[in-house]
């Protein structure tokens, strides 16, 4: 696997930005690696894949940034209400 390490580490770090539903199966990525002359076992590969997945494919899943402070004009939120009140027979 090892001279195919890098290719399938960029397939890895590509498919970890897709949704979840679009990525590459553990089966394509070894039908592309086979296409590319890799004659290794596909237990090897999920290894691998598990592995790359539980250390680095963390940190590329956990790299987001949501600001929590904004400029003026940025955001809003309206809370317009209007409540009607009866008291003593009397609408308020």
């Given at each position: 696997?090892?001279p195919f390490?890098?290719?399938?580490?960029?397939?890895?770090?590509?498919?970890?930005?897709?949704?979840?539903?679009?990525?590459?199966?553990?089966r394509a990525?070894?039908?592309?690696?086979?296409?590319?002359?890799?004659?290794?076992?596909?237990?090897?590969?999920?290894?691998?894949?598990?592995?790359?997945?539980?250390?680095?494919?963390?940190?590329?899943?956990?790299?987001?940034?949501?600001?929590?402070?904004?400029?003026?004009?940025?955001?809003?939120?309206?809370?317009?209400?209007?409540?009607?009140?009866?008291?003593?027979?009397?609408?308020?």
């Open positions: 696997l090892a390490v890098a290719t399938l580490t960029q397939a890895l770090k590509a498919d970890a930005h897709r949704p979840r539903h679009e990525r590459r199966s553990a990525l070894f039908a592309e690696l086979q296409a590319s002359g890799y004659d290794g076992g596909y237990s090897r590969l999920t290894d691998f894949i598990h592995a790359w997945r539980q250390d680095e494919g963390k940190a590329v899943l956990t790299k987001a940034f949501v600001p929590l402070k904004f400029e003026l004009g940025e955001a809003f939120q309206f809370d317009w209400s209007e409540e009607g009140l009866v008291v003593g027979g009397i609408y308020y």
